[in-house]
């Protein structure tokens, strides 16, 4: 199992960013059946949930911190999971990630870096 984030890079504050995790390599248990969490680490600062989505997309989690300007979506015919970002500040800058889970089964990506600067 593979999972590749994409969409990070240089954004100005208020700027909106979308970011994509695209998963391959499930065989018996479908990408369906995973939930997946975004999550974020700054310098020097511990990893944090951002959100998190159920296997059928039905139902989301934030944290009450990310209320508001962050969106998870997916699209299970593409197995692609969606961060779509808003009103973003530069408290925002971190490398992000995302992982799939499925009871004892739990996959991360490598991580995207966004930076929010102006």
């Known amino acids: 199992v593979q999972l590749v984030e994409s969409g990070g890079g240089l954004v100005q504050p208020g700027g909106s960013l979308r970011l994509s995790c695209a998963a391959s390599?499930?065989?018996?248990?479908?990408?369906?059946?995973?939930?997946v969490f975004w999550h974020r680490q700054a310098p020097g600062k511990e990893r944090e949930l951002v959100a998190s989505i159920s296997g059928t997309g039905g139902g989301t989690n934030y944290p009450d911190s990310m209320k508001g300007r962050f969106t998870i979506s997916r699209d299970n015919s593409k197995n692609t999971v969606y961060l779509q970002m808003n009103s973003l500040k530069p408290e925002d800058t971190a490398v992000y990630y995302c992982a799939a889970r499925y009871f004892t089964r739990s996959y991360w990506g490598q991580g995207t870096q966004v930076t929010v600067s102006s």
């Open positions: 390599g499930f065989t018996a248990i479908t990408f369906s059946s995973y939930a």
